[in-house]
């Protein structure tokens, strides 16, 4: 399945998990984000809290990672992680 689009994921007829799901097979995954992530994310970036969830992929099972529902989410992500390279850089 292609990532939807925000507008395409509202009006689709998944759940959250559903989606998910079919996104990612097989990796476990939990709807329920970590309220500090929230946090911080929300304050700089966006608000994750409808189009992303916390998965368990083998490369991070321990402590998870958040997993894009939509390619909104997915570049949104993206540039979480170039901004906080770039800071530890500096």
């Known amino acids: 399945m292609k990532m939807p689009t925000d507008k395409q ?3 689709l007829e998944f759940t959250k998990s559903e989606l998910a799901e079919m996104l990612y097979p097989g990796v476990p995954f939990d709807v329920a984000l970590p309220q500090n992530w929230i946090d911080e994310v929300r304050h700089e970036f966006f608000d994750p809290r409808i189009n992303v969830v916390w998965g368990y992929p083998p490369r ?31």
């Open 60 to 90: 991070n099972a321990v402590f998870g990672e958040p997993l894009a529902l939509t390619t909104e989410a997915y570049m949104s992500l993206i540039f979480i992680a170039d901004a906080k390279k770039k800071e530890r850089e500096s």
């Open 9 to 11: 994921a509202r009006e």
